[in-house]
């Protein structure tokens, strides 16, 4: 398996949220598709407790912050795709 102490040692860390302690605020990542080939990382903070997952924030963006942080987006996505093609050290 890879990664298996990692795994290991988040999923201990799940549990013990779940199980016995007040809780765990923490990321959740989801991956969406991007292009045919490419998966894109999206993440938000949550509360996981005994009683589910409850989300902390809600995220809201004026037009502008929208057009920021999809430049942003645009040029992380090329350095992905630089670095996948050999073309930026690694």
């Known amino acids: ?9 988040c999923l201990q860390t799940v549990l013990r949220a779940l199980l016995f302690e007040a809780g765990l605020l923490s990321t959740f990542t989801t991956l969406h598709p991007y292009t045919d080939d490419q998966l894109v ?4 903070p949550i509360y996981l ?21 999809a430049a942003s987006l645009a040029v992380t996505r090329d350095m992905i795709t630089q670095i996948e093609q050999g073309g930026l050290g690694v």
């Open 1 to 9: 398996m890879e990664q298996f102490a990692l795994q290991a040692i």
């Open 41 to 44: 990382a999206y993440s938000a």
């Open 49 to 69: 407790s005994g009683s589910g997952t409850r989300q902390v924030t809600e995220l809201s963006l004026t037009k502008e912050e929208q057009a920021e942080l």
